[in-house]
C-alpha cells in the first residue's frame, strides 16, 4: 500500500506546482499587458500635448503677423485651441490674455482706451439734429400729445 502513495503524492505535488507556476505566469502577462497599454497611453498623450503646444506657438506667431488674414486664422486657431481638452486652466488663461489683450491694441501698437471710470450711462444725451429749424416731433421736455393743437 505504501508503494502507490509515493508516486500519487509526488504527482500531486508536481500538478500543483505547475498550476500555481501558470498562474502566477498569468498574473505577470497581465500586468505587463496593463503596463504596455498604460505606457501607450501616457506616450499619446504627450505626444498630443506636444503638437498642441507646437500648434499654440504657431497661433501666437501667427496673431503677430502683419498680414490681416494670417493674424484672423491665428486668433481662430488660438480660441480653438483654448478650448481644447488638451489645454490646462494655465495655458487656457493664457490664451484669454492674448486674445483679450490684442483685441485692445489698435494697428499701430497703441492700447486703446477704454471707458472713463466716472462715466455713468446717466450722463449721456442723445441729441438727434434732422437740420430743421423747428423739431417735428416732440419738443424736449414735453410728453406725447401735450403742447399740439
Known amino acids: ?14 500538478g500543483g506546482g505547475a498550476w500555481l507556476s501558470y498562474r502566477a505566469a ?5 500586468a505587463r499587458q496593463e503596463d504596455e497599454r498604460h505606457d501607450l497611453t501616457q506616450r ?10 507646437r500648434r499654440f506657438t504657431a497661433a501666437l506667431d501667427d496673431i503677430a503677423s502683419e ?21 490646462t486652466r494655465e495655458e487656457k488663461e493664457l ?7 490684442g483685441a485692445r491694441l489698435e494697428p499701430g501698437g497703441a492700447v486703446l482706451g477704454g471707458p472713463r471710470a466716472s462715466l455713468v450711462v446717466d450722463e449721456l444725451t442723445f441729441v438727434e439734429d434732422d437740420e430743421d429749424d423747428e423739431p ?12 399740439r393743437p
Open 1 to 14: 500500500m505504501v508503494d502507490w502513495v509515493t508516486p500519487l503524492l509526488a504527482f500531486a505535488g508536481g
Open 136 to 147: 417735428q416731433g416732440r419738443r424736449h421736455g414735453q410728453a406725447r400729445g401735450e403742447g
Open 67 to 87: 498680414d490681416f488674414r494670417r493674424r484672423e486664422l491665428g486668433r481662430a486657431v488660438l480660441v480653438h485651441l483654448s478650448e481644447s481638452v488638451l489645454a
Open 44 to 53: 499619446e498623450g504627450q505626444g498630443r500635448r506636444e503638437e498642441w503646444g
Open 95 to 101: 490664451a484669454e490674455l492674448v486674445l483679450d489683450t
Open 26 to 30: 498569468r498574473r505577470d502577462t497581465a
